[in-house]
Protein backbone atom coordinates (compact mmCIF):
# COMPACT_ATOMS: atom_id res chain seq x y z
CA UNK A 1 0.00 0.00 0.00
CA UNK A 2 1.23 3.38 -0.58
CA UNK A 3 1.10 6.39 1.26
CA UNK A 4 0.05 9.74 0.11
CA UNK A 5 3.02 12.06 -1.69
CA UNK A 6 4.46 14.78 0.59
CA UNK A 7 4.59 18.12 -1.02
CA UNK A 8 8.93 17.58 -0.64
CA UNK A 9 8.69 14.31 -2.65
CA UNK A 10 6.07 16.40 -4.79
CA UNK A 11 8.06 18.90 -5.57
CA UNK A 12 11.23 16.80 -6.06
CA UNK A 13 9.45 14.27 -8.94
CA UNK A 14 8.43 17.92 -10.50
CA UNK A 15 12.39 19.10 -10.87
CA UNK A 16 12.89 15.83 -11.93
CA UNK A 17 10.76 15.82 -15.03
CA UNK A 18 12.06 19.55 -15.94
CA UNK A 19 14.39 18.50 -18.79
CA UNK A 20 18.17 19.67 -18.30
CA UNK A 21 17.53 21.91 -21.32
CA UNK A 22 14.92 24.01 -19.84
CA UNK A 23 17.45 24.67 -16.94
CA UNK A 24 20.77 25.45 -18.99
CA UNK A 25 18.36 28.32 -20.70
CA UNK A 26 17.46 29.45 -17.30
CA UNK A 27 21.25 29.63 -16.41
CA UNK A 28 22.71 30.90 -19.41
CA UNK A 29 19.82 34.03 -19.10
CA UNK A 30 20.72 34.30 -15.52
CA UNK A 31 24.35 34.54 -16.39
CA UNK A 32 23.57 37.06 -19.37
CA UNK A 33 21.60 39.50 -16.62
CA UNK A 34 23.28 38.76 -13.57
CA UNK A 35 24.70 42.45 -12.26
CA UNK A 36 25.96 40.93 -8.92
CA UNK A 37 23.00 41.52 -6.97
CA UNK A 38 20.31 40.11 -9.06
CA UNK A 39 19.42 39.10 -12.44
CA UNK A 40 16.10 40.10 -14.03
CA UNK A 41 15.00 37.39 -16.96
CA UNK A 42 12.16 38.25 -19.37
CA UNK A 43 9.97 34.70 -19.24
CA UNK A 44 9.92 35.37 -23.21
CA UNK A 45 13.26 35.23 -23.27
CA UNK A 46 13.93 32.06 -21.62
CA UNK A 47 11.02 30.65 -23.44
CA UNK A 48 13.23 31.94 -26.60
CA UNK A 49 16.29 30.00 -25.69
CA UNK A 50 14.09 26.40 -24.67
CA UNK A 51 12.93 26.65 -28.51
CA UNK A 52 15.96 27.10 -29.57
CA UNK A 53 17.37 24.28 -27.97
CA UNK A 54 14.49 22.02 -30.17
CA UNK A 55 11.39 22.05 -27.48
CA UNK A 56 8.03 23.36 -28.90
CA UNK A 57 6.68 26.09 -27.03
CA UNK A 58 3.54 24.30 -26.39
CA UNK A 59 5.48 21.64 -24.31
CA UNK A 60 7.37 24.15 -22.51
CA UNK A 61 3.83 25.63 -21.28
CA UNK A 62 1.73 22.63 -21.07
CA UNK A 63 4.23 20.53 -19.27
CA UNK A 64 4.51 23.46 -16.56
CA UNK A 65 9.23 23.33 -17.04
CA UNK A 66 9.02 27.21 -16.49
CA UNK A 67 7.95 26.26 -12.75
CA UNK A 68 11.39 26.28 -11.97
CA UNK A 69 11.52 28.62 -8.56
CA UNK A 70 11.54 25.68 -5.92
CA UNK A 71 14.59 24.24 -7.81
CA UNK A 72 16.57 27.81 -7.62
CA UNK A 73 15.53 28.65 -3.96
CA UNK A 74 16.78 24.91 -3.37
CA UNK A 75 20.39 26.33 -4.97
CA UNK A 76 20.19 29.46 -2.72
CA UNK A 77 19.06 32.12 -4.93
CA UNK A 78 15.42 33.98 -3.86
CA UNK A 79 12.86 34.30 -7.00
CA UNK A 80 10.15 35.66 -7.64
CA UNK A 81 7.85 36.12 -10.61
CA UNK A 82 5.90 38.69 -12.13
CA UNK A 83 3.48 38.68 -14.65
CA UNK A 84 0.94 41.30 -15.99
CA UNK A 85 -2.38 41.30 -14.33
CA UNK A 86 -6.01 42.40 -15.59
CA UNK A 87 -5.37 45.45 -17.84
CA UNK A 88 -1.49 46.06 -17.72
CA UNK A 89 0.60 44.83 -20.46
CA UNK A 90 4.41 44.60 -19.07
CA UNK A 91 6.57 41.18 -19.88
CA UNK A 92 6.67 38.74 -17.69
CA UNK A 93 10.02 37.95 -15.62
CA UNK A 94 11.66 36.18 -13.27
CA UNK A 95 13.93 38.04 -10.59
CA UNK A 96 16.78 35.96 -9.12
CA UNK A 97 18.90 37.25 -5.99
CA UNK A 98 21.02 35.67 -3.93
CA UNK A 99 19.79 34.48 -0.49
CA UNK A 100 21.23 36.50 2.27
CA UNK A 101 24.64 35.32 3.43
CA UNK A 102 25.13 33.53 0.46
CA UNK A 103 25.98 36.46 -1.94
CA UNK A 104 29.90 35.95 -3.50
Request: proline fraction near 5%; charged fraction near 25%.
Amino acid sequence: MSNPITPDEAARGKVGNIPSAVFDAFNEAIAAHYDGKRAVVLQCDVVQRIVDKGFPRHEIFGHHWLDIEDAYRAAGWDVAFDKPGYNETYEAAFTFSAKKGEQS
